[in-house]
């Protein structure tokens, strides 16, 4: 999984971030380590230009949510249960224009590999050649002041254990207190 949002540093000036999440027992995990997300942005349909963001923070975090019991037994500490590493991607851009249809766009190139479904996920038939790669698209109007996309507050890797209670919620919060709304939208191809 993982998302994308930007950030206004100042004027025309955005953080792009892709924010990805390995599969630690996954075959193409390792390549997150080095890889070289591209991130295509258009403008109102047309192409501006493609960015290569480079690796921030602390690559490879562990953020299974297990329970306390199976800390030490994921797959990213070399056990059997399922482990997810977190992965933290930046770069800064200068759009050439303010414009009410800014498009991001993660088409799942690494640089290195390509961005999809887990191998360890079985139970979906994949149809076509791209039917398993990930595509995360983050949209920016700032034709009237410079804008900040919403983010999530919560690592979207749940995982529930038996017999315990659990909430689990993927709030989103923005920077500038603007209205969010939801909407569930076709996959994108």
């Given at each position: 999984?993982?998302?994308?949002?930007?950030?206004?540093?100042?004027?025309n000036t955005y953080e792009i971030s892709l924010i990805l999440y390995g599969d630690c027992s996954g075959g193409s995990y390792p390549n997150l380590f080095t890889s070289s997300p591209v991130i295509e942005i258009y403008n109102n349909g047309s192409f501006f230009q493609n960015i290569s963001l480079t690796i921030s923070g602390n690559p490879g975090l562990e953020v299974t949510p297990v329970?306390?019991?199976?800390?030490?037994?994921?797959?990213?500490?070399?056990?059997?249960?399922?482990?997810?590493?977190?992965?933290?991607?930046?770069?800064?851009?200068?759009?050439?224009?303010?414009?009410?249809?800014?498009?991001?766009?993660?088409?799942?190139?690494?640089?290195?590999?390509?961005?999809?479904?887990?191998?360890?996920?079985?139970?979906?038939?994949?149809?076509?050649?791209?039917?398993?790669?990930?595509?995360?698209?983050?949209?920016?109007?700032?034709?009237?002041?410079?804008?900040?996309?919403?983010?999530?507050?919560?690592?979207?890797?749940?995982?529930?254990?038996?017999?315990?209670?659990?909430?689990?919620?993927?709030?989103?919060?923005?920077?500038?207190?603007?209205?969010?709304?939801?909407?569930?939208?076709?996959?994108?191809?």
């Amino acid at each position: 999984g993982g998302d994308i949002n930007y950030r206004n540093i100042v004027g025309n000036t955005y953080e792009i971030s892709l924010i990805l999440y390995g599969d630690c027992s996954g075959g193409s995990y390792p390549n997150l380590f080095t890889s070289s997300p591209v991130i295509e942005i258009y403008n109102n349909g047309s192409f501006f230009q493609n960015i290569s963001l480079t690796i921030s923070g602390n690559p490879g975090l562990e953020v299974t949510p297990v329970c306390p019991a199976q800390a030490n037994n994921t797959s990213c500490k070399g056990g059997s249960q399922p482990g997810v590493a977190q992965f933290i991607f930046k770069k800064q851009i200068t759009l050439n224009a303010q414009s009410n249809g800014w498009r991001f766009i993660f088409n799942g190139n690494l640089g290195v590999s390509g961005a999809g479904r887990s191998g360890s996920i079985t139970n979906i038939t994949a149809n076509g050649a791209n039917a398993s790669v990930m595509q995360l698209e983050a949209t920016l109007n700032n034709s009237l002041a410079p804008n900040n996309s919403a983010t999530y507050s919560t690592i979207p890797t749940p995982f529930f254990c038996i017999n315990t209670q659990q909430e689990y919620n993927l709030g989103a919060i923005d920077a500038e207190g603007d209205l969010l709304s939801f909407d569930l939208v076709d996959g994108l191809d």
